[in-house]
Nanobody, 124 residues
Framework: QVHLVESGGGLVQAGGSLRLSCAASGRTFGSYTMGWFRQAPGKERDFLSAISVGGGSTYYADSVKGRFTISRDNAKNTAYLQMNSLKPEDTAVYYC?????????????????WGQGTQVTVSS
């Protein structure tokens, strides 16, 4: 069992930055691929980024490539999403998720555990 808690969301002006954190309980954090998703009102939950168990491989959606950076610190049981050059269309609830699988990381269905989400609002 892995319990995930996101933090770091908030209100920011367009062009600004935020760093989201995803703190995980349990001793098996280092066994999970970690992913970040977001969901805007009335829309589906979209893949943003994922990182392999050791941090050596990262994956990004085209919409955030070059602006967002995923990382993890297995010693602290925490994953991060650094978000720069934020735009109003980035406004959404952001979720982290953990998966034992290593394929199809853009699909919500392969993730075993989810956090409760943190709101990010970008004003114009």
């Amino acid at each position: 069992q892995v319990h995930l808690v996101e933090s770091g969301g908030g209100l920011v002006q367009a062009g600004g930055s935020l760093r989201l954190s995803c703190a995980a309980s349990g001793r098996t954090f280092g066994s999970y691929t970690m992913g970040w998703f977001r969901q805007a009102p009335g829309k589906e939950r979209d893949f943003l980024s994922a990182i392999s168990v050791g941090g050596g491989s990262t994956y990004y959606a085209d919409s955030v490539k070059g602006r967002f950076t995923i990382s993890r610190d297995n010693a602290k049981n925490t994953a991060y999403l650094q978000m720069n050059s934020l735009k109003p269309e980035d406004t959404a609830v952001y979720y982290c998720a953990a998966a034992l699988g290593v394929r199809n990381l853009r699909l919500t269905g392969i993730y075993d555990y989810w956090g409760q989400g943190t709101q990010v609002t970008v004003s114009s």
